[in-house]
C-alpha cells in the first residue's frame, strides 16, 4: 500500500495591493447592503477573518457588481465561480483551489447561484468556512493538508433562492439581502448610463414607464439603456419610446409578451395550478414558477390562492384599462384610413 507523504500546502500568502476599481459611492440604491459591507470593511484588521457572506435576493439586483466592489475596497484579487459547473472534490480542489485561488494576493472569491452546490462540495464548504480561532481551516486531499485562511480568502454565496441552500452553510454566513430598486432610483441609474442622452424632455407618464420596463433591476436598466443609445442620438422623444415598446414588445408596467399571456390565461380560465398555465402556454412548469410569473406577482397583478392562480384587483384593473387603451388605438387607425 503507497504510503501519502502528508504536506502542508498554503493556498495564499503576500501583502494587499491597491486595486483601482469602482468604489461604493458609484452604487445607486442598495443603502442597507452598502451600510452593513462598509461596517465590516471599516472594522477589518490586518490578521483578522473577513465573515463569510451570502448575497440573496432576485436576479439583476448588482449581487456580483458589489462583490466585485467588496473585493476592490479590500485590495483582493475578485473570482467568480458558477457553482453548476463544480461537482466533485476533484474538480473543485484541482480546478478551483490550485489553479485559481492559490496565488501571492488575497482574494474575494464568489460561488454564484449557491443553491447550485452539490452535496460533495457543500460539506467541503462547511468545513473550509467554519469560523476559526486559529483564522484558517484545513483539507485533506491526496496526500496534501490544504490551508484555507480566512485571513486572505473571504468568501461570497450568492443565490436567487437562499432557501434551497443546506440550513448549516447557510449559517456559516452574514445574510445580506438585495432589495429590488424604486422607480426614482432606477431613473438615476438611466442616467448615469445615458450622459449623453437628455431626458428632461420626457414626461412625468413616460419616466414612469421607463422605470417600469426596467422592472426593478439594474441589469434590466442597463440592458434598456444599451437600446435607448441605439435609437436616439442627444434626446429621447415620445416617439423614440413608442418605436422601441414596438420593438421590444414592452407593454404597461414594462410587462412582456409571455407574462402578458400568462395573465390573459388566468384571466379566462379562473383560479388555475402552474401545471395548468403551464400546459395552456406549452411550456414547462418551471418556466412558469421561476420566471414567467415572477414580475406580475412583484407587481400584485397575480397571487396564489388555495384554488390556484388568479388575478388580483390590480391585475383586473389592468386589463380593462389594457382593452380600453387597445379600442382606442383600433379606433385610431380607422380614422386614419377614412
Excluded at 418605436?243 to 414594462?254: C, T
Aim: proline content about 4%.
Amino acid at each position: 500500500m503507497a504510503i501519502h507523504k502528508r504536506i502542508k500546502l498554503d493556498l495564499i500568502s503576500g501583502e494587499n495591493k491597491p486595486i483601482q476599481n469602482p468604489t461604493f459611492d458609484d452604487i445607486i440604491g442598495q443603502e442597507e447592503v452598502v451600510k452593513k459591507l462598509k461596517f465590516y470593511i471599516n472594522s477589518h484588521k490586518p490578521n483578522m477573518s473577513f465573515p463569510s457572506m451570502l448575497f440573496t435576493g432576485s436576479h439583476g439586483l448588482g449581487k456580483t457588481y458589489v462583490a466585485k466592489i467588496l473585493a476592490s475596497n479590500m485590495n483582493r484579487r475578485f473570482l467568480e465561480i458558477n457553482c453548476a459547473t463544480i461537482g466533485t472534490t476533484k474538480d473543485f480542489v484541482e480546478s478551483i483551489l490550485f489553479q485559481k485561488v492559490m496565488g501571492m494576493t488575497p482574494i474575494t472569491v464568489l460561488f454564484d447561484e449557491a443553491h447550485k452546490l452539490s452535496g460533495e462540495i457543500t460539506t467541503i464548504l462547511l468545513s473550509l468556512m467554519s469560523p476559526s480561532e486559529k483564522g484558517f481551516n484545513t483539507l485533506e486531499y491526496e496526500g496534501w493538508e490544504i490551508c484555507y485562511d480566512l485571513t486572505k480568502i473571504n468568501t461570497i454565496l450568492a443565490t436567487t433562492d437562499s432557501f434551497k441552500i443546506f440550513p448549516p452553510l447557510v449559517n456559516r454566513c452574514e445574510t445580506i439581502y438585495f432589495k429590488p430598486y424604486t422607480n426614482p432610483e432606477i431613473i438615476d441609474m438611466l442616467r448615469y448610463y445615458l450622459p449623453g442622452i437628455n431626458l428632461s424632455n420626457c414626461s412625468n407618464d413616460t419616466m414612469e414607464d421607463l422605470a417600469y420596463a426596467c422592472r426593478g433591476r439594474g441589469r434590466d436598466t442597463y440592458s434598456l439603456a444599451q437600446k435607448i443609445k441605439r435609437q436616439c442620438k442627444d434626446k429621447l422623444t415620445i416617439n423614440d419610446w413608442d418605436k422601441l415598446k414596438d420593438i421590444f414588445g414592452i407593454y404597461p408596467m414594462g410587462l412582456n409578451e409571455q407574462e402578458l399571456t400568462l395573465m390573459r390565461v388566468i384571466r379566462i380560465s379562473g383560479a388555475i395550478s402552474c401545471v395548468g398555465i403551464a400546459t395552456k402556454m406549452m411550456v414547462r412548469e418551471e418556466n412558469i414558477s421561476d420566471e414567467i410569473e415572477i414580475r406580475p406577482k412583484e407587481l400584485w397583478l397575480v397571487t396564489n390562492t388555495a384554488k390556484g392562480r388568479v388575478l388580483t384587483d390590480i391585475g383586473e384593473e389592468y386589463f380593462t384599462k389594457l382593452l380600453k387603451e387597445d379600442v382606442q388605438q383600433s379606433e385610431d387607425k380607422v380614422r386614419g384610413r377614412i
